[in-house]
């Protein structure tokens, strides 16, 4: 285990520093592929696994936007920096991120 790897990466995939590509980590667009059906998020946060309904399948990946069935508060960081450019197009014209 090498600590400067370590920290270099965080930082890295952060966004910070000096990085002409400007990779960011989007914590929605990663979640959508590497977790679709939310098992890892409702793990550790409980109030997701309640709600069952077809419209509201992306709670998971977007509970601010379902704040009428999930007691969620607005997030800190904008939703939309957390999207990479493809999802965030799919969501404006399909409502969704995922095609059912």
Do not use: M
Request: charged share 25%.
């Amino acid at each position: 285990h090498c600590t400067a790897a370590n920290w270099g990466n965080w930082l890295y995939f952060s966004g910070k520093g000096n990085d002409p590509k400007h990779r960011h980590f989007r914590t929605v667009s990663q979640a959508l592929k590497y977790d679709k059906d939310g098992a890892y998020v409702k793990k550790w946060l409980p109030e997701l696994n309640i709600v069952k309904s077809p419209e509201t399948e992306e709670t998971h990946l977007r509970p601010w936007d379902f704040s009428e069935s999930v007691a969620w508060k607005h997030p800190v960081v904008s939703p939309d920096s957390q999207y990479t450019w493809q999802d965030l197009q799919t969501l404006k014209e399909t409502g969704k991120l995922q095609s059912s």
